[in-house]
């Protein structure tokens, strides 16, 4: 099995900025994909970015935050990072970090262990 554990979310203006991360521990041996989900109230879990765990710079983002999150990968701390710039208040979510074994998936059906989430709010 796999666990993350996601951190991070908070409060913030619009125009601002946050960083999320998520620590991942277990049998990562099984890991080709992180990927950054997020679901706002009365929506769908929606895809934000992706990143390989296997082959360093490798990453996929949606066309909604591309330009503004951008998803690393700490190798050496087995951490992921979803840096999120000039948030808008739309942006106002649970996230949550998930692993797949496949390569870039963007269906949460394709991701089989997931964090617990972290609240993003995103004041106008």
């Known amino acids: 099995q796999v666990q993350l554990v996601e951190s991070g979310g908070g409060l913030v203006q619009a125009g601002g900025s946050l960083r999320l991360s998520c620590t991942t521990s277990?049998?990562?041996?099984?890991?080709?994909?992180m990927g950054w989900f997020r679901q706002a109230p009365g929506k769908e879990r929606e895809f934000v970015a992706a990143?390989?765990?296997?082959?360093?710079?490798?990453?996929k983002t949606a066309e909604s935050v591309k330009g503004r999150f951008i998803i690393s990968r700490d190798y050496a701390k087995n951490t992921v990072y979803l840096q999120m710039n000039s948030l808008k208040p739309e942006d106002t979510a649970i996230y949550y970090c998930?692993?797949?074994?496949?390569?870039?998936?963007?269906?949460?059906?394709?991701?089989?262990?997931w964090g617990q989430g972290t609240q993003v709010t995103v004041s106008s």
């Open positions: 990143v390989s765990w296997r082959y360093r710079g490798i990453t």
């Open positions: 277990g049998r990562t041996s099984s890991i080709n994909t």
């Open positions: 998930a692993s797949s074994g496949l390569t870039f998936p963007t269906m949460k059906g394709e991701y089989n262990y």
